[in-house]
């Protein structure tokens, strides 16, 4: 999570220098949470790689403000996949949660 743009263009890789995280605390883990994977299959030459969703839920003193989630493949030099951009800065307060949801059917990414 980030209240730092990404740019689809021009990024190829995470970096908490240039996105800056949330604060490792009140219910944000450093460095973010890992999903866990659902599938990861090739089917007729196309991969598809879907992904359990991952929830946040902020104790005292909360957590944010963020805008976007970015996903990066940390045992790949952290190469960044994609990125959800949420429209405007998300802060979450003591117990609220957030869910990002991934889409269990198509899948967070697809590659042909």
Known sequence: MTNTAP??????????GIYPPPAAA????SGGATPTVTTATTTGGVFKLALQDLVFTA???????????????????????????????V????????????????GVLTVS
């Open 26 to 29: 009140n219910g944000y883990p």
């Open 59 to 89: 104790t005292s003193g909360g957590i944010g403000p963020f805008r976007y989630v970015i996903l990066y493949n940390a045992s790949a030099g952290n190469g960044l996949l994609g990125f959800y951009d949420y429209g405007s800065s």
């Open 91 to 106: 802060t979450l307060n003591a117990t609220d949660t957030f869910t990002t949801d991934f889409d269990d059917t198509s």
């Open 7 to 16: 740019s689809a263009a021009t990024d190829t890789n995470w970096s908490a």
